[in-house]
Antibody
Framework: EVQLVESGGGLVQPGGSLRLFCAASGFTFSSYWMHWVRQAPGKGLVWVSRINSDGSSTNYADSVKGRFTISRDNAKNTLYLQMNSLRAEDTAVYYC?????????WGQGTLVTVSS | SYVLTQPPSVSVAPGQTARITCGGKNIGSKSVHWYQQKPGQAPVLVVYDDSDRPSGIPERFSGSNSGNTATLTISRVEAGDEADYYCQVWDSSSDHVVFGGGTKLTVL
């Protein structure tokens, strides 16, 4: 069974940093592109970033480019999102999702709250 | 950047057919995917590549895509279909994934 489990969320002050984790199991992690998608409270889904299967190619939404870094460790079956210079508008549930363009598998999400 | 436009809300009586649209410039040339999201839950893929259904998704869910509009059609709507629905594409020009703003389906 495919499982994606996010962790690392929490309360952080504006300007602070946080690292999110997505632990994958039930499939060959190193074969799949992975994404981060976020959802602010009461709002819609917003794509954040993606990484290809071997980690050699990444891409970011304009709103996070230069502040967030996506990476992966295929030996540990783990996807990461390093978030720096956090802003109030980054407050959201962050989901990791699998597959190249249509996301058949999602984690349960982890909540990031940016507030003083 | 590429923009997808969905109506904020659609209402339908049980047993009727719901149609949720997703507008985008020449969207017919792209592959459109649709997600269902219920409160407090992660999204679920219900249609991919315009009109294909993942395993486990009822045949009542179908999709079409042509010109500047893609459509998710839910036949014989049930109370359990009440949810937010999002369309999504991959924009090759920017190499970005794009979601529509979402449509809240209300079953009357």
């Amino acid at each position: 069974e495919v499982q994606l489990v996010e962790s690392g969320g929490g309360l952080v002050q504006p300007g602070g940093s946080l690292r999110l984790f997505c632990a994958a199991s039930g499939f060959t992690f190193s074969s799949y592109w992975m994404h981060w998608v976020r959802q602010a409270p009461g709002k819609g889904l917003v794509w954040v970033s993606r990484i290809n299967s071997d980690g050699s190619s990444t891409n970011y939404a304009d709103s996070v480019k230069g502040r967030f870094t996506i990476s992966r460790d295929n030996a540990k079956n783990t996807l990461y999102l390093q978030m720096n210079s956090l802003r109030a508008e980054d407050t959201a549930v962050y989901y990791c999702a699998r597959d190249r363009t249509a996301f058949q598998h999602w984690g349960q999400g982890t909540l990031v709250t940016v507030s003083s | 950047s590429y923009v997808l436009t969905q109506p904020p809300s659609v209402s339908v009586a049980p047993g009727q057919t719901a149609r949720i649209t997703c507008g985008g410039k020449n969207i017919g040339s792209k592959s459109v995917h649709w997600y269902q999201q219920k409160p407090g839950q992660a999204p679920v893929l219900v249609v991919y590549d315009d009109s294909d259904r993942p395993s486990g998704i009822p045949e009542r869910f179908s999709g079409s895509n042509s010109g500047n509009t893609a459509t998710l059609t839910i036949s014989r709507v049930e109370a359990g279909d009440e949810a937010d629905y999002y369309c999504q594409v991959w924009d090759s020009s920017s190499d970005h994934v794009v979601f529509g703003g979402g449509t809240k389906l209300t079953v009357l």
